[in-house]
């Protein structure tokens, strides 16, 4: 490990080798089942399995915070050589976050009770990093204590820094019960719950939800999973998930390892012997949170997805989960049951560097030039 920034009472030290960070899963996990704030992708399984799959031809900068030999704090970055203008970038990101995968919810683990003076010295390390261009963090949690101080170090170094909304999620709050869940809804929302059901039952009387739990046959369920995605998708003509080598290994490893953990939960419904539809969603503290979905198109008049949908909602009811969160994405069905919004943010700071601008004019001005290029064409066709 090499030290970044001492401080006072913390120091920060930094991993670069993917070995170096297999090795700390047990206290990764430690500090992270504490912290006060936590997702699932800012776990170790999320992150060192998506470095696994993702991190070659790109840097690893693990930042680990001590007190001691107290671990504190961990924060998870890579450097990504990227090409804008025919000019080399070298953008600093969450381990997590890039390829293909879109997590949400990303950050530093920290400390519970500590996390300010942690993200603090964090922050001040990440600033005296050689080696990028562009800090490009995205989807982080606004109430984190890294999210304001890594944008308050950039400012006081003078660095061009920008933060914002990264997504806006639809998440429902879940009820003590089935029944007063059935109750909140509009009564012609509650008719339609109840209707799919039973209309389903009474054409297939054999037809069962339930969740795959066995650790031994999960690579079939996440076929099974994979066939109904693509199929659903290709049926309406649009792109879908589990399309690239690294997206597939990716997930079959984390799902493997979050089974074992108690944190996935695979819900399938079985029509005819033959399972038509599939939710994928992590469990996480008091939350079930939607990762992706499949459905036989050839069951679409039984509306196997909306069927599945309520059984999910009423299992996690029992389980006693206090939200479902339907992470990003726009669904109308989301909006339709969701019962509030929250937000994820970014922040983007900028060294004076000739790769950062490249990234200013690829990214900012030649789209606004090309909106207002646009607006003023369309305003004198008008």
């Known amino acids: 490990m090499t030290q970044v920034a001492p401080d006072d ?23 992270h089942a504490d912290a006060r704030l936590a997702s699932v992708f800012s776990g170790f399984d999320w992150q060192h399995l998506w470095w696994r799959n993702y ?37 600093l990101r969450f381990v997590g976050t890039g390829g293909d995968t879109s997590p949400d919810d ?80 509009h009564r012609d929302r509650r008719y339609r719950v109840r209707n799919i059901r039973k209309k389903l039952v009474a054409a297939h009387p054999d037809a069962r939800f339930f969740v795959w739990n066995d650790a031994t046959t999960l690579d079939a369920g996440i076929d099974r999973l994979m ?10 003509g649009e792109s879908h998930g589990f399309s690239s080598s690294e997206y597939v290994a990716f997930h079959r490893a984390v799902m493997a390892a979050c089974l074992a953990r108690d944190r996935l939960r695979l819900y ?65 069905y989301k909006d339709e049951l969701a019962t509030g919004k929250r937000e994820t943010v970014f922040v983007q700071v900028q060294r004076i560097r000739l790769g950062a601008l490249a990234y200013q004019v690829r990214r900012r001005w030649l789209p606004a030039l090309k909106r207002s290029f646009k607006a003023k064409l369309n305003a004198s066709g008008s």
Not at 227 to 236: I, P, Q
Request: hydrophobic fraction near 45%; proline fraction near 3%.
């Open 106 to 185: 990303l950050g530093p683990v920290l400390m519970r009770g500590r996390e300010s003076e942690v993200a603090q010295a964090l922050a001040k390390a990440v600033m005296e990093l050689a080696g990028w261009d562009v800090l490009a963090l995205t989807d982080m949690n606004p109430a984190c204590a890294f999210t304001t101080a890594i944008e308050a170090v950039a400012r006081r170094s003078r660095l061009a820094c920008r933060s914002g909304c990264s997504e806006r999620i639809a998440f429902m709050r879940l009820p003590t019960s089935w029944d007063d869940w059935l109750a909140s809804l």
């Open 227 to 236: 066939y109904l995605h693509r199929k659903r998708w290709r049926a309406s």
């Open 55 to 91: 991190g070659r031809g790109r840097q690893l900068r693990l930042l680990l915070a001590f007190d001691g030999e107290a671990l504190v704090g961990i924060l998870p970055l890579h450097v990504e050589r990227v090409r804008m203008l025919c000019w080399p970038v070298r953008q």
């Open 268 to 332: 399938c419904l079985e029509i005819g012997g033959n399972i038509a539809a599939m939710f994928y969603f992590y469990r996480f503290r008091d939350s079930v949170y939607l990762m992706q979905s499949g459905f036989d198109p050839d069951y679409a008049d039984l509306k196997p997805g909306q069927v599945l949908l309520g059984h999910v909602i009423e299992h996690a009811i029992g389980e006693g989960h206090a939200m479902l969160d339907f992470l990003r994405g726009e669904h109308r």
């Open 9 to 31: 009472t913390i120091h920060v030290c930094m991993i670069e080798s993917g070995d170096a960070l297999a090795d700390l899963g047990e206290r990764w996990e430690r500090l």
